[in-house]
């Protein structure tokens, strides 16, 4: 099972790119899942974007609810701009705490969306293309070790790693992720409700249909609805003025070669020790 959560699209189109690469995994959404999903499933595959340097706060949530068997392999698949910092070892230790086997975690690079802090933005259009491109490859890489059970730690830390899942991940859940500064800009805004609809935690509303939209206190800064808005309407304060918007594609490149080249259903064969460990 893959336990999907994604805001601006990236962990869509990756989960959608490794599901037939793992046995057709079925793809669920994590803000969804509960205690009869998990039961007795031989392994879940964790996808979700960082935040933070960290597992979102909304995925925390989620895991802290439910309780794992011994026997059940976990794996994180997480998409980031740039780097990730230690959010595998936070993730790890979320699922150890559950009573799990976090067996494997991995990164991949995909188009940045941060874009409410100074000097933050949107990639370039040949960096984001590239991206892309790049993209399929390493999903392809991560998928045959998932397929091997192997036990590997993959992933992009960066610099200062702990500084930026300790006092930079506070300091963001602190001061950084208030839901107050979201606006619809009134004389772009037409009312469309594409905002509302995207917004997984159900916090913004509309009193009617062409209504601006208003945002409440469930937020996580995810900035889908920044993102998708088809007016570039949606604002955050002053933070957002002349930032560019990522509109993530349908499918990564290949993906359709990927449905075809899918392995099946995989059978478990006991873990190959085959990779790097960090």
């Known amino acids: ?19 037939p690469l793992t046995g057709n995994e079925p793809i669920v959404p994590l803000l969804t899942l509960d205690q009869s999903q998990v039961e007795g499933c031989q392994r879940i595959i964790w996808m979700f974007p960082i935040h933070a340097w960290s597992v979102p ?36 230790r979320l699922i150890k705490a559950r009573g799990g086997n976090p067996t494997g975690a991995f990164t991949v690079i995909m188009p940045n969306t941060y874009v409410l802090l100074p000097g933050m933005d949107t990639d370039a259009p040949d960096l984001e293309t590239r991206k892309l491109a790049d993209a399929p490859a ?49 004389d772009a805004c037409v009312g469309c409700g594409a905002c509302v609809s995207e917004c997984q935690t159900g916090n913004i509303t509309q009193s009617h249909k062409g209504a601006v939209p208003e945002w409440g206190d469930n937020c996580m800064t995810c900035l889908a609805c920044y993102h998708r808005c088809p007016r570039h309407a949606v604002a955050y304060g002053n933070r957002t003025a002349h930032k560019g ?11 359709d ?4 080249t899918s392995p099946g259903a995989n059978r478990r064969s ?8 960090r």
């Open 57 to 92: 706060g909304v995925v925390e949530e989620v895991i802290s609810r439910l309780t794992f068997s011994c026997d059940t392999e976990h794996y994180m698949v997480a998409t980031c701009g740039d780097d990730a910092g230690m959010a595998d070892r936070i993730w790890a």
């Open 138 to 186: 390493r999903l392809r890489f991560i998928a045959k070790a998932i397929r091997h059970h192997m036990a590997i730690t993959d992933v992009k830390p960066g610099a200062m790693p702990g500084l930026k899942s300790g006092l930079f991940k506070s300091f963001f859940r602190r001061f950084l992720m208030s839901p107050a500064p979201f606006h619809a800009i009134a």
């Open 245 to 255: 918007q990522y509109h993530a594609p349908e499918s990564l490149p290949g993906s």
């Open 1 to 19: 099972m893959i336990a999907l959560f994604s805001a601006t699209g990236n962990t869509r189109l990756a989960a959608e790119y490794i599901a």
């Open 257 to 260: 070669e990927a449905a075809v």
């Open 270 to 277: 006991g873990r190959q020790p085959d990779g790097q460990e």
